[in-house]
């Protein structure tokens, strides 16, 4: 998909309403959202990171039809919250999650995700591309350290427009910000893949036919 309209991260912890923010321009060009909207549609709370939750229900309700893959039981951390994900994702990064994220309100979104996603599975970039293939824009969580070939880790969303044999294109909200952005293929997977491949995701949208 060709000409996504790009919107940069005004901060540190807006790259995924900055997502949201490009695809709903794609999809709905007369419609203008405010930063104080897209937070309200998304549970977005000051200096925390933002989960994907609350926005797939909110734009499934708009009209959207989502698609989510990841190997990760919301059903689980529903119930188990920190220790799940000290299990699943081994103690630093989980201690990171859990320090910049507001677990009770995550555990009582999960709950009510529940009914739109399927068994835990890990995407392939094949899955990417046949999704793009119908019409979907594409939301990948990456290690933006990884992202950007430097140790660390940091979690971050990117909106996936196009993959062609050699890159990945993607609009990167930043910071710093980097409309337009061409990834090795092998690069992407490295930062998509966080600590293994089962650490893979993706979320896509389209409006509903």
């Not at 793009?132 to 950007?148: R, T």
């Not at 979690?155 to 890159?167: I, R, T």
Request: hydrophobic content about 40%; aromatic content about 12%; proline content about 8%.
């Amino acid at each position: 998909m060709k000409n996504v309209p790009f919107f940069p991260n005004p901060d540190t912890t807006h790259c995924f309403q900055c997502c949201i923010r490009m695809i709903l321009k794609q999809f709905q060009p007369y419609e203008k959202y405010s930063w104080a909207q897209l937070d309200r549609l998304t549970g977005k709370k000051p200096g925390l990171w933002t989960w994907s939750l609350l926005g797939l229900i909110e734009l499934e309700k708009m009209g959207f039809e989502v698609r989510d893959w990841e190997d990760f039981d919301y059903a689980r951390f529903s119930v188990e919250g920190a220790p799940y994900l000290r299990e699943r994702f081994g103690d630093e990064i989980a201690e990171m999650q859990i320090k910049f994220s507001d677990l009770p309100h995550e555990m009582e979104n999960a709950k009510k995700l529940l009914p739109f996603v399927g068994d835990p599975k890990s995407p392939k970039l094949s899955d990417v591309v046949q999704v793009l293939s119908e019409g979907f824009l594409v939301i990948c969580n990456v290690n933006l350290y990884s992202l950007n070939c430097q140790p660390g880790y940091s979690g971050h969303f990117v909106l996936v427009y196009e993959v062609d044999e050699a890159f990945v294109h993607m609009h990167d909200p930043g910071p710093p910000a980097a409309p337009s952005r061409r990834v090795p293929i092998a690069e992407f997977e490295k930062a998509w893949a966080v600590t293994s491949e089962r650490d893979r995701n993706m979320m896509a949208f389209r409006p509903k036919r």
